[in-house]
Structures are given as C-alpha cells and as structure tokens.
C-alpha cells in the first residue's frame, strides 16, 4: 500500500463511518494520547517500567498503526500529500545528514 493509497482508505473510511473530521485541533490531541499510548508499551516492553497484568496483551503494532490512522486524518484535512512529504523530508535528512550519523561515535559504539 502506498502513501497515497493510505490516504484515499483513511478518507473513504471517514466518509462511510466517521461522519466527518474531527477539527485539526481535537485531531492534534487524539494524535498525542496515541503517541501516549505507543510509549506505555515501549517503556514496560523495552524500558524500565514493569507491567501491569492488565496490559500485557497490548498490542504495539495496533497502537502504531492508530498514529498512523490520526495522522494521516491530519494530514487529509490540511491538504498534505505524505508521499510528496515524505519524499521531500528524506532528501533534506540525506543532504543535512549524509555524514552526521556515520561520524557519531556515541551511535557507533554500540
């Protein structure tokens, strides 16, 4: 599936089920407490933190993927094409950071 493709599902999907865009703001908000909810597992999962009995069973790879729902939400409703996004954020991380990542020693160490 493809950026574009994702975008057009995600709109439909609002079209047919979700009656319409939550403004960009309750979106912007929606989007942090998944963030919120993807850190939770990482840190009882991959952290410090111990987990509670009632959240083993979480599931990572839903969390991540309702980011992605909510953000591509926002990204529909302000008119932001990700595959054009995308593409444009990697050429500037490969031109500002060709070289940056592979001269950092404190990454190389480990």
């Given at each position: 599936?493809?950026?574009?493709?994702?975008?057009?599902?995600?709109?439909?999907?609002?079209?047919?089920y979700g009656v319409r865009y939550f403004?960009?703001?309750?979106?912007?908000?929606?989007?942090?407490?998944?963030?919120?909810?993807?850190?939770?597992?990482?840190?009882?999962?991959?952290?410090?933190?111990?987990?509670?009995?009632?959240?083993?069973?979480?599931?990572?790879?839903?969390?991540?993927?309702?980011?992605?729902?909510?953000?591509?939400?926002?990204?529909?409703?302000?008119?932001?094409?990700l595959t054009e996004a995308f593409q444009?954020?990697?050429?500037?991380?490969?031109?500002?950071?060709?070289?940056?990542?592979?001269q950092n020693t404190k990454i190389r160490?480990?």
């Amino acid at each position: 599936m493809t950026l574009a493709q994702a975008q057009k599902i995600v709109d439909d999907w609002i079209k047919n089920y979700g009656v319409r865009y939550f403004n960009e703001l309750t979106n912007m908000a929606l989007l942090t407490e998944e963030v919120g909810e993807v850190a939770r597992i990482m840190a009882r999962r991959y952290g410090e933190q111990s987990v509670k009995s009632s959240e083993i069973e979480k599931d990572l790879a839903d969390e991540l993927a309702d980011v992605l729902f909510v953000l591509i939400c926002i990204a529909n409703q302000t008119h932001i094409d990700l595959t054009e996004a995308f593409q444009r954020n990697i050429e500037k991380k490969t031109s500002r950071d060709h070289q940056r990542h592979l001269q950092n020693t404190k990454i190389r160490e480990s």
